[in-house]
Structures are given as C-alpha cells and as structure tokens.
C-alpha cells in the first residue's frame, strides 16, 4: 500500500529520441547530477535512437571530464 504523498518517477523516461536524463546529465557535464541519478537507479546500458548510451554522451561533450568513470 502506497503512502497518500508518495511520488513515483521513472528515472528512465525517455524523449521522443530516446534521451534519458542521465544522457542529458552527462551531456551537461554535471557530475553531481550523473552520480545522484545512478544512485536513483538510472540504467546507464539504455540506448537513444542513434544507439549512443550514457557513457557516448560523456565522451562525446566532455573527453577531458571523468563523467565516463562513473557510468561503468
């Protein structure tokens, strides 16, 4: 039984293009971001429309930022 204030989210929606959140976090830059979705359960193997997952996006945006590192 759910509590009446329970709020659910799904941590892995998805854009029309297949786009996760974490793919944006990383994209972005945003370390924080990327650490504090992996630990609400984002699935960092999901892949967007052009097959890219997660750990594409950190490479592609920020080659110099160890983003990647925490999507393995």
Excluded: W
């Amino acid at each position: 039984m759910q509590a009446e204030n329970q709020v659910i989210l799904n941590v892995d929606s998805q854009t029309i293009g297949l786009e996760t959140p974490l793919m944006k976090a990383c994209e972005s830059g945003n370390r924080e971001i990327v650490i504090a979705l992996l630990r609400a359960g984002c699935n960092p193997l999901l892949k967007d429309i052009q097959e890219r997952t997660a750990d594409t996006y950190a490479k592609l945006h920020h080659p110099n930022k160890d983003i990647h590192i925490f999507l393995r």
